[in-house]
Structures are given as C-alpha cells and as structure tokens.
C-alpha cells in the first residue's frame, strides 16, 4: 500500500488541533454569583489555527425542568467537551454509588442539587477527557478542558462550580464572586477592582462585559457573539437569556464609553515627577 506524505513535525499539533477542536486559550468564559444572582457569559469563537476559526456555542443551558436551571460553559478541547456533555446527556454511573440497590443512570435533570450536578459533570469530563488522551497519545494534542456549571433548584441560593479535566472541582466564594476559564488573564483586573459581592445583579452583567471587551482587545482569538444568561436568587429559572453580535447597540456604547473613560482617567492623573519633561532639552 502507497504511503502517503509524512506530516512534518512542526505541523503535526496543528494538524490533529484541526481534528479534535480549538486550542487551549482560545475562548474566554466567567461565571458571576453576587447576592442577587447569577451571571455566566462565554464567546463563541473556536481557533484550530489562523486559516481554521469559527463560531460554537460554549454556553449550554442543561436543564431548565419547573423550579430548576443548569447551565455550562465550556473551554479548551472541542472534542473532550462535546464528549462529557454527550455523556451527562445519557447518564453517567457514578462510582459512589456502584453496586448500590437499584442504581440508576444520573444525568443533570436528576440532580438533587447543583453540587451533585457538578459531581456528574466532573465525572464524565473525567471519563471523556480519559478516553480521548488514550486515541490521541503521542501526537502532541492538548486536551485539556474545564467546564463552569451553575445553577439553582427549587428556589435555593444559586451556586458556582469550576470543574477541571480531571474531575475535581472547585466552588465560587463570597471572599471572590467570580471564577474564570479560558483566556481569563486580560478581563480579570477589571472583576477584580469592580465586583463584590453585594454588586447588583444588572451592574455584574456590565462589568462582566467590560471583562470580554478588555480580553477581546487584547486577545482576536476570543471574539463575538457572546452568550449570556443570569438567574435570579430564588427563581430557580433563567431571567435573561441574551446573544450579543456586533449589531448590539449597548454593547457598541458600551465600548466607546469605556475607552474614552480609561483615557480621560489616564489624563487625569498627574505626572511623575521624575519623568516630567525638562524645562531645557540637553545639547547633543
């Protein structure tokens, strides 16, 4: 049998990154838990290199049954993320229940709190994440992924989960209402400065987009739509379920404010001393 060319080295990464989906960076998502709510937001832009980019949805709502919502956002490998939510979708056996009585599939509509939800959806990222590393072993091909979920059920406090690839998860705090995952270093000095706990729930949503317009500037490989939800304490429902795309009017405001107010405060503040301009420039 003919063999066909070898793929050089250097272009290998690149090559199975186009196979199993965006690189790791290459999305920006937060999730924002104030005493009024929830927000999540997440870009839709997908990166396999600079001739392959494109649009997929990051933020899924899972589960919006009466009293109960479920939403995840999602970031780093295409393939292992899609796989986990397929996965939660059929129903996962979880291992602390193996060999109980009766044990049953469990999956994000049978989930008797977020924290169980976020123990399902850990263990099929785990397992997803395991699979795909066994085909793609040796190839050079990040797998890495995290996933945010959040949600509330039956009226209870909305809560926060940031799950890693390897199952184990993390939940948002009060001290510091926000967690991040994909491209998060460029928007989170302005959640940093701005966000508390007590922030209103409309204000978070602001902030939050100030956060993408700050990471969007500096980085093309997140970009427009965004999609974005919020949940209101004690409405165990969605409240706004918004897509903004380049055509959205407050999001385009919003970008010019923003700019010429970090302009203006820049101006405003005085100059060092030890910098000021010399009265008399030296000779040559």
């Excluded at 009060?174 to 204000?203: C, N, V, W």
């Excluded at 739509?225 to 165990?236: A, E, H, K, N, Q």
């Excluded at 379920?241 to 101006?267: C, G, K, P, Q, V």
Aim: charged share 20%; aromatic share 6%.
């Amino acid at each position: 049998m003919k063999q066909g060319p070898e793929v050089p080295a250097g272009d290998q990464e690149s090559l199975w990154s186009n196979i199993w989906g965006e690189k790791a960076g290459m999305t920006y998502c937060v999730g924002i838990l104030v005493r009024e709510g929830l927000v999540m937001m997440a870009d839709t832009r997908t990166n396999a290199g600079v001739d392959n980019i494109s649009s997929y949805r990051k933020l899924r709502v899972m589960d919006t049954s009466p009293n109960r919502v479920i939403a995840v956002c999602s970031a780093g490998s295409l393939s292992v993320t899609q796989s986990a939510l397929s996965r939660v979708q059929e129903g996962i056996m979880m291992p602390d229940r193996a060999g109980t009585e009766g044990q049953e599939l469990e999956t994000l509509d049978n989930a008797p709190s977020v924290f169980r939800a976020a123990q399902i959806m850990g263990q099929a990222l785990h397992d997803a994440k395991r699979g795909i590393d066994k085909v793609v072993e040796g190839n050079r091909v990040s797998t890495g992924s995290t996933l945010l979920l959040a949600g509330s059920i039956d009226g209870r406090r909305p809560r926060l989960f940031l799950i890693y690839g390897e199952g184990n998860f993390i939940e948002c705090q009060s001290d510091t209402p926000f967690l991040q995952i994909g491209e998060h270093k460029y928007g989170k000095p302005m959640l940093d400065r701005m966000i508390t706990y007590e922030t209103p729930l409309a204000e978070a949503v602001k902030i939050g987009l100030i956060s993408f317009n700050a990471t969007m500037r500096s980085n093309l490989a997140v970009g427009l739509p965004i999609d974005l939800i919020t949940v209101r304490s004690g409405v165990s429902q969605i409240e706004v379920l918004h897509r903004i795309d380049t055509d959205d009017a407050y999001y385009s405001e919003m970008n010019d404010r923003w700019s010429n107010a970090l302009r203006a405060a820049a101006a405003a503040i005085p100059l060092p001393g030890y910098a000021s301009a010399p009265d008399e420039m030296p000779p040559d």
